[in-house]
Protein backbone atom coordinates (compact mmCIF):
# COMPACT_ATOMS: atom_id res chain seq x y z
CA UNK A 1 0.00 0.00 0.00
CA UNK A 2 1.41 3.69 -1.06
CA UNK A 3 2.24 6.21 1.59
CA UNK A 4 -0.66 8.38 -0.10
CA UNK A 5 -3.27 5.48 0.21
CA UNK A 6 -2.60 4.38 3.98
CA UNK A 7 -4.13 6.96 6.16
CA UNK A 8 -1.64 5.37 9.44
CA UNK A 9 1.23 6.87 7.86
CA UNK A 10 -0.38 10.80 7.93
CA UNK A 11 -2.37 10.21 11.15
CA UNK A 12 0.12 8.11 12.97
CA UNK A 13 3.76 8.71 11.38
CA UNK A 14 6.79 7.00 12.43
CA UNK A 15 8.72 8.31 15.25
CA UNK A 16 12.10 7.74 16.80
CA UNK A 17 13.03 4.83 18.37
CA UNK A 18 13.98 7.30 21.71
CA UNK A 19 10.65 8.02 22.37
CA UNK A 20 10.98 5.01 24.44
CA UNK A 21 13.68 5.06 25.77
CA UNK A 22 11.60 6.51 29.67
CA UNK A 23 10.10 3.52 28.88
CA UNK A 24 13.54 1.76 28.44
CA UNK A 25 14.96 3.00 31.84
CA UNK A 26 11.51 2.94 34.05
CA UNK A 27 10.52 -0.82 32.91
CA UNK A 28 13.49 -2.30 31.32
CA UNK A 29 13.77 -4.74 28.38
CA UNK A 30 10.84 -3.95 26.24
CA UNK A 31 11.00 -7.18 23.77
CA UNK A 32 7.01 -8.55 24.61
CA UNK A 33 6.57 -5.21 25.99
CA UNK A 34 6.96 -2.48 28.25
CA UNK A 35 5.78 -3.23 31.35
CA UNK A 36 5.32 -0.01 33.58
CA UNK A 37 4.38 -0.21 37.45
CA UNK A 38 1.43 2.14 38.89
CA UNK A 39 1.88 5.49 38.11
CA UNK A 40 0.35 5.82 40.72
CA UNK A 41 -2.82 3.28 40.28
CA UNK A 42 -2.81 0.23 37.92
CA UNK A 43 -5.53 -2.11 37.34
CA UNK A 44 -5.59 -5.39 34.49
CA UNK A 45 -7.80 -5.02 31.90
CA UNK A 46 -9.08 -8.82 30.75
CA UNK A 47 -9.19 -9.63 27.33
CA UNK A 48 -12.40 -10.89 26.20
CA UNK A 49 -13.96 -15.01 26.19
CA UNK A 50 -16.66 -16.65 24.43
CA UNK A 51 -19.09 -19.03 24.83
CA UNK A 52 -21.18 -20.64 22.09
CA UNK A 53 -25.02 -20.66 23.87
CA UNK A 54 -25.54 -24.23 22.30
CA UNK A 55 -22.35 -26.08 21.65
CA UNK A 56 -20.98 -29.21 22.99
CA UNK A 57 -19.36 -28.91 26.45
CA UNK A 58 -17.50 -31.99 26.92
CA UNK A 59 -15.46 -32.07 23.44
CA UNK A 60 -12.20 -30.58 23.53
CA UNK A 61 -10.37 -28.48 20.80
CA UNK A 62 -7.41 -30.73 21.56
CA UNK A 63 -9.82 -34.14 21.37
CA UNK A 64 -11.72 -33.05 18.25
CA UNK A 65 -8.14 -32.03 16.33
CA UNK A 66 -7.17 -35.93 16.91
CA UNK A 67 -10.21 -37.17 15.63
CA UNK A 68 -9.86 -35.42 12.76
CA UNK A 69 -6.25 -36.88 12.21
CA UNK A 70 -7.72 -40.42 12.56
CA UNK A 71 -9.83 -39.55 10.13
CA UNK A 72 -8.17 -37.84 7.73
CA UNK A 73 -9.78 -35.00 7.72
CA UNK A 74 -6.99 -32.96 8.32
CA UNK A 75 -2.79 -33.42 8.15
CA UNK A 76 -0.25 -33.55 10.91
CA UNK A 77 1.71 -30.32 11.39
CA UNK A 78 4.80 -31.14 10.58
CA UNK A 79 7.30 -28.67 10.75
CA UNK A 80 11.24 -29.04 10.41
CA UNK A 81 10.58 -32.64 10.33
CA UNK A 82 8.96 -32.39 13.60
CA UNK A 83 5.52 -33.34 14.32
CA UNK A 84 3.80 -30.78 16.35
CA UNK A 85 0.97 -33.32 16.86
CA UNK A 86 2.77 -35.63 18.17
CA UNK A 87 4.05 -33.27 21.02
CA UNK A 88 1.84 -30.61 21.55
CA UNK A 89 -1.64 -30.49 22.33
CA UNK A 90 -4.29 -28.15 20.55
CA UNK A 91 -5.27 -25.07 23.22
CA UNK A 92 -8.28 -23.89 21.27
CA UNK A 93 -6.21 -20.31 22.06
CA UNK A 94 -5.06 -17.84 19.62
CA UNK A 95 -2.88 -14.67 19.60
CA UNK A 96 -3.58 -10.95 18.07
CA UNK A 97 -6.63 -9.04 17.33
CA UNK A 98 -9.98 -10.76 17.80
CA UNK A 99 -13.67 -9.93 18.15
CA UNK A 100 -16.79 -11.05 19.07
CA UNK A 101 -17.39 -14.16 16.77
CA UNK A 102 -20.80 -13.50 15.89
CA UNK A 103 -24.61 -15.01 16.18
CA UNK A 104 -24.83 -17.81 18.42
CA UNK A 105 -21.97 -16.70 21.00
CA UNK A 106 -21.91 -14.45 24.15
CA UNK A 107 -19.07 -12.72 26.07
CA UNK A 108 -18.31 -14.95 28.81
CA UNK A 109 -17.23 -12.99 31.55
CA UNK A 110 -13.99 -13.98 33.97
CA UNK A 111 -15.87 -13.70 37.24
CA UNK A 112 -18.56 -15.92 35.44
CA UNK A 113 -16.06 -18.56 34.68
CA UNK A 114 -14.30 -18.49 37.78
CA UNK A 115 -18.01 -19.11 39.86
CA UNK A 116 -18.73 -21.93 38.04
CA UNK A 117 -15.13 -23.50 38.00
CA UNK A 118 -13.77 -22.17 41.46
CA UNK A 119 -10.53 -21.31 39.81
CA UNK A 120 -9.52 -17.93 40.81
CA UNK A 121 -9.88 -15.16 37.93
CA UNK A 122 -6.01 -14.63 38.12
CA UNK A 123 -4.14 -17.40 40.67
CA UNK A 124 -1.81 -15.95 43.54
CA UNK A 125 1.15 -14.84 42.09
CA UNK A 126 0.37 -15.01 38.41
CA UNK A 127 -0.02 -12.49 35.21
CA UNK A 128 -3.26 -13.07 33.14
CA UNK A 129 -2.06 -16.06 30.95
CA UNK A 130 -3.06 -19.82 29.74
CA UNK A 131 -2.31 -20.46 33.18
CA UNK A 132 -5.92 -19.19 34.38
CA UNK A 133 -8.74 -21.39 34.99
CA UNK A 134 -7.34 -24.84 34.89
CA UNK A 135 -10.87 -26.46 35.91
CA UNK A 136 -12.02 -25.05 32.82
CA UNK A 137 -9.52 -27.16 30.61
CA UNK A 138 -8.90 -31.04 29.69
CA UNK A 139 -5.36 -31.35 30.39
CA UNK A 140 -4.74 -27.71 28.36
CA UNK A 141 -6.88 -28.10 26.08
CA UNK A 142 -10.63 -25.34 25.75
CA UNK A 143 -13.46 -27.06 25.49
CA UNK A 144 -15.38 -26.24 21.86
CA UNK A 145 -17.53 -24.39 23.23
CA UNK A 146 -15.88 -21.65 24.53
CA UNK A 147 -13.49 -19.06 23.44
CA UNK A 148 -10.47 -18.63 25.18
CA UNK A 149 -9.06 -14.81 25.65
CA UNK A 150 -6.02 -14.52 23.02
CA UNK A 151 -2.35 -13.20 23.73
CA UNK A 152 -0.88 -10.26 23.10
CA UNK A 153 -3.82 -8.43 22.18
CA UNK A 154 -7.15 -6.71 23.31
CA UNK A 155 -10.17 -7.71 21.34
CA UNK A 156 -11.94 -5.46 19.26
CA UNK A 157 -14.78 -4.42 21.42
CA UNK A 158 -12.59 -3.90 24.62
CA UNK A 159 -10.49 -1.60 22.58
CA UNK A 160 -12.71 0.86 21.43
CA UNK A 161 -14.65 1.01 25.10
CA UNK A 162 -11.11 1.35 26.79
CA UNK A 163 -10.08 4.35 24.06
CA UNK A 164 -13.29 5.87 25.18
CA UNK A 165 -12.81 5.89 28.71
CA UNK A 166 -9.29 7.48 28.02
CA UNK A 167 -10.66 9.81 26.05
CA UNK A 168 -12.92 11.18 28.66
CA UNK A 169 -10.59 11.22 31.48
CA UNK A 170 -7.65 12.73 29.66
CA UNK A 171 -7.41 16.75 30.22
CA UNK A 172 -7.01 17.18 25.85
CA UNK A 173 -9.76 14.26 24.98
CA UNK A 174 -9.34 12.97 21.95
CA UNK A 175 -7.01 15.94 20.87
CA UNK A 176 -4.80 13.80 23.58
CA UNK A 177 -0.57 13.56 21.74
CA UNK A 178 -0.16 9.96 22.38
CA UNK A 179 2.57 7.12 21.11
CA UNK A 180 1.95 3.75 20.33
CA UNK A 181 4.50 1.16 20.50
CA UNK A 182 4.38 -2.26 18.32
CA UNK A 183 7.54 -4.69 19.85
CA UNK A 184 9.29 -6.72 17.17
CA UNK A 185 8.05 -10.41 18.00
CA UNK A 186 4.77 -8.33 16.15
CA UNK A 187 6.24 -7.55 13.96
CA UNK A 188 8.08 -10.94 12.64
CA UNK A 189 10.80 -10.35 14.71
CA UNK A 190 13.06 -8.93 12.28
CA UNK A 191 14.39 -5.71 14.35
CA UNK A 192 15.27 -5.85 18.20
CA UNK A 193 17.53 -1.98 17.81
CA UNK A 194 15.17 -0.26 16.04
CA UNK A 195 11.75 -0.14 17.58
CA UNK A 196 8.44 0.79 15.90
CA UNK A 197 6.97 4.09 17.24
CA UNK A 198 3.99 5.86 15.98
CA UNK A 199 2.68 9.23 17.61
CA UNK A 200 -0.95 10.71 16.83
CA UNK A 201 -3.95 11.41 18.26
CA UNK A 202 -6.11 10.00 20.46
CA UNK A 203 -9.14 10.79 18.34
CA UNK A 204 -7.35 8.90 15.72
CA UNK A 205 -6.57 5.76 17.83
CA UNK A 206 -8.93 3.46 16.54
CA UNK A 207 -6.86 2.87 13.48
CA UNK A 208 -4.28 1.55 15.68
CA UNK A 209 -6.06 -1.77 15.81
CA UNK A 210 -7.42 -2.15 12.11
CA UNK A 211 -4.98 -1.00 10.27
CA UNK A 212 -1.67 -1.34 11.47
CA UNK A 213 1.26 -3.72 10.29
CA UNK A 214 0.43 -6.33 13.50
CA UNK A 215 -2.03 -8.32 13.77
CA UNK A 216 -2.61 -7.02 17.50
CA UNK A 217 -3.30 -3.82 19.26
CA UNK A 218 -0.16 -1.84 20.15
CA UNK A 219 1.88 -3.41 22.94
CA UNK A 220 2.64 0.04 24.49
CA UNK A 221 0.23 3.08 24.41
CA UNK A 222 0.59 6.28 26.42
CA UNK A 223 -0.08 9.95 26.38
CA UNK A 224 2.85 12.07 25.71
CA UNK A 225 2.41 13.73 29.41
CA UNK A 226 2.50 10.13 30.61
CA UNK A 227 -0.19 10.58 32.81
CA UNK A 228 -1.17 7.12 31.90
CA UNK A 229 0.30 3.96 30.11
CA UNK A 230 -1.46 0.81 28.53
CA UNK A 231 0.63 -2.28 28.19
CA UNK A 232 -0.36 -5.36 26.05
CA UNK A 233 1.98 -7.91 26.80
CA UNK A 234 3.00 -10.48 23.78
CA UNK A 235 1.97 -13.53 26.18
CA UNK A 236 -0.40 -12.32 28.13
CA UNK A 237 -4.45 -12.17 28.10
CA UNK A 238 -5.13 -8.95 29.42
CA UNK A 239 -3.54 -4.98 29.48
CA UNK A 240 -1.93 -3.40 32.02
CA UNK A 241 -3.50 0.18 32.81
CA UNK A 242 -1.42 2.59 34.87
CA UNK A 243 -2.25 6.17 35.68
CA UNK A 244 -4.49 8.21 38.03
CA UNK A 245 -7.06 6.46 40.77
CA UNK A 246 -9.90 7.99 38.90
CA UNK A 247 -9.02 6.62 35.92
CA UNK A 248 -8.16 3.40 37.29
CA UNK A 249 -11.65 3.60 38.78
CA UNK A 250 -13.73 4.02 36.16
CA UNK A 251 -12.13 0.96 34.46
CA UNK A 252 -13.22 -0.82 37.84
CA UNK A 253 -16.87 0.29 37.48
CA UNK A 254 -16.91 -0.01 33.90
CA UNK A 255 -20.27 -2.42 32.96
CA UNK A 256 -18.15 -4.04 29.44
CA UNK A 257 -14.43 -3.60 30.13
CA UNK A 258 -13.66 -6.20 32.71
CA UNK A 259 -10.86 -4.89 35.13
CA UNK A 260 -9.28 -6.21 38.32
CA UNK A 261 -6.26 -4.96 40.83
CA UNK A 262 -3.86 -7.48 41.28
CA UNK A 263 -1.99 -6.41 43.98
CA UNK A 264 1.14 -8.45 43.28
CA UNK A 265 1.05 -6.94 39.83
CA UNK A 266 0.21 -3.60 40.66
Not at 123 to 137: H, Q
Not at 139 to 164: F, N, Q, V, Y
Request: proline share 8%.
Amino acid sequence: MSVESNPMSSLWPLVPTGATDWLLELCGDGVTGFMPPAMPDAAWVLNAMYEHEQGPVEVSYDEYHRARLADGSTRPHVVGGLDLDAVGIATGGGMGRTRHPGPGWRRLRWTELARRTGDPMVPDGLMPSYRCFPSATKEGSWPLSMIPPTEGSLDRETWHRLIATLTQYSPAGSDTRCLAYYNPLMLGAADFDNFHVRAGRLGDAEILYDRSEADFSPSNLWADDRSWVLCTDYDLWATKVVGSPTLINALLSDSEIEAVRLPWAH
